[in-house]
Every structure is written in C-alpha cells, then in structure tokens.
C-alpha cells in the first residue's frame, strides 16, 4: 500500500502533561481514517499533529516522504494551504464573504486568479446542491448547508488529505448523515485522503479504517 502519510512512534505534551503517546499510523491515498474516543482521549491533539498545526514532542510525522518537523514555518505554511483541507464542527465561514467566496478562498490564498477560484469554487457548490446559495452569505443559510459549504471549501482545491474535526458534531442526525456521505463521495472521486475525528460510531463505521483514543493511546477497532 503506497504511504501517503506516516506517524511513527508520535508523542505530543503540553507541559507536563501527554496527550498523544507513541502512535504509529499510516494513511493511504484515497483512505478514509477515523478516529473515535471519550472527550479528552487525545483524538483532536492528533489530529493538529498529523496537520503539522502542533509538533509532536517525540517521533515524526511524514507526509509525501517529507518529514514535517524538518520544515520550516513557511513549508509547513504552504504545504497546509496547498496539499491539505480542513474541516471543523462549527464551519468556520468567513461572514462577510459570499458562499462562492469562502469556498473559492484556498484557491485564492494559493495564487489562483479571481475568476477561475470561484468558477472552480461552483462546480463543488453545485455538486453538493449548493449551486443556487453562491451569492448568500453564511448567515443566510441553515446549519446543514453552512456545513456543506464548509466540505466544499475544504475539498475545492483538491488536497492530498482533508483534516476533518468533529464535522457534523454540530448537526441533527438526518444532516450530519447527508453532510457525511456527500464529504466522503466527493473526497473519494477526487482520490483524496480523509483523517475523520469523531466521537459517533455510525460516521466512524463510513470509514475504510477505523481507530479508537483512550488516553493518548490509539488502537485499531476491536484490537485488532
């Protein structure tokens, strides 16, 4: 199985204080890895680690065969705006922006010119059925949708893996079920990579890959 993304043998502390304690953990193109846990197992610490956001205290993660404590703070910059996508609980929209310009804002922060970013930016919003909400803006839409604008932000640019964090802990059922099969539809034709935190067993089960947190210590479901 070719590695996209490899942690091997990764704590993190803040202070004294672990949190995350010996993990090893590859992720492949096109897999979709979750990851369940108590609050306070250390789930979301991972996370941040595997994206390069907090550096592990000991071990290393690798991502493309590029270690990312080697990196300097400009690399790590780059590589999170142009190889990765982040998803979070509550969206995180910019509110003065348009739905078609916080979804084009990773193509535009990458360089891409105005025009294609949000021609780009469309044809997600209308592959997940936001296509007539592009010239709203975030506070005038509902919870579910705001949601979906935020997988399609996460998803525009086409990253190598999405981060995603909690992404439908914010939502009733019936959305957070919709929102996750259209993330995971439109990652996987792109071929793109999805480290899925969660604390719910009927998202985490949508997955290729599944793992549980206790106390810092990641494991494979059941044991295994």
Do not use: W
């Not at 595997?50 to 703070?73: C, E, M, P, Y």
């Not at 997600?124 to 919870?143: A, C, D, I, K, Y």
């Not at 705001?146 to 997988?151: D, G, H, N």
Request: charge should be negative; proline fraction near 4%.
């Amino acid at each position: 199985m070719t590695e996209l993304l490899v942690a091997t043998g990764v704590d993190l502390s803040y202070g004294d204080q672990p949190a995350v304690r010996d993990v090893h953990l590859s992720v492949a193109p096109g897999e979709v890895v979750a990851i369940t846990g108590q609050s306070g197992s250390g789930k979301s610490s991972l996370l941040y680690c595997l994206a390069g956001v907090l550096a592990a205290t000991r071990g290393q993660v690798r991502f493309d065969g590029r270690v990312l404590g080697g990196l300097s703070d400009d690399e790590i910059s780059t590589l999170r705006r142009e190889r990765f996508g982040f998803v979070f609980q509550y969206g995180e929209l910019l509110p003065e922006l348009t739905i078609e310009e916080n979804t084009a804002l990773p193509l535009r922060l990458a360089g891409r010119r105005k025009g294609p970013a949000l021609a780009a930016a469309n044809e997600v919003l209308v592959r997940l059925g936001l296509g007539e909400l592009r010239e709203r803006r975030p506070g005038q839409v509902s919870g579910g949708q705001s949601q979906r604008v935020a997988v399609a932000r996460s998803l525009v640019h086409r990253p190598a893996v999405v981060f995603a964090d909690e992404p439908t802990g914010s939502l009733d059922s019936a959305n957070a079920s919709a929102v996750l099969k259209e993330f995971l539809d439109l990652a996987r034709s792109q071929n793109t990579a999805v480290i899925l935190v969660t604390h719910d067993l009927g998202i985490a089960a949508q997955a290729d890959t599944h793992y549980t947190m206790t106390d810092g210590v990641l494991s494979p479901r059941g044991g295994q």
